[in-house]
């Protein structure tokens, strides 16, 4: 078994490393971590309002994704934390409902925003692979549902 494949055989460790890797001081993410959780088809959507008030969708590549993080974090301390999962399995893939907070510091430190990440996994015989990365944060009128994590249970984990 691959180093990589005993770093990410459960669904939880490659969630905590997804939040880890994005995780650290103005520039300090880890890359290294993010582009061994990736598959090579790897795409991540960050969705926004635009200036207009209408939803946009920006669809990047990992290599695209890191670029444009780069610039966005450069100056900016930045820790986003897991704060409830929801993951329904079947077979090799995995839909893992994702809700978070990312703060100006590790522990404590002003909240930025919260929001949610949609992740599917798939696990290849020996590894998961993070296939793609959807998500949204919170803005009036739009909040994490509660019920998500109230109600629903895991499947098949």
Not at 22 to 41: E, K, M, N, T, V
Not at 101 to 110: I, L, M, Q
Not at 120 to 141: F, N, T
Request: with cysteine; net charge negative.
């Amino acid at each position: 078994m691959a180093e990589t494949d005993e770093e990410f055989a459960s669904v939880e460790s490659l969630m905590e490393a997804l939040y880890r890797s994005i995780s650290g001081p103005p520039g300090g993410q880890d890359w290294a971590l993010s582009r061994r959780l990736y598959h090579p088809c790897v795409r991540l959507v960050r969705t926004r309002l635009g200036a207009d008030g209408k939803p946009v969708a920006l669809s990047m590549s990992g290599e695209e994704y890191e670029a444009n993080a780069k610039t966005l974090l450069a100056d900016t301390p930045f820790y986003e934390v897991e704060t409830e999962r929801r993951v329904v399995r079947f077979g090799n893939v995995a839909q893992v409902f994702s809700a978070y907070e990312a703060r100006s510091a590790p522990a404590g430190g002003e909240i930025l925003k919260r929001g949610m990440n949609l992740a599917h996994l798939y696990h290849d015989g020996a590894r998961w692979w993070l296939m793609h990365l959807l998500w949204d944060d919170e803005r009036p009128g739009v909040t994490v549902p509660a019920e998500i994590f109230r109600d629903w249970k895991d499947v098949g984990v």
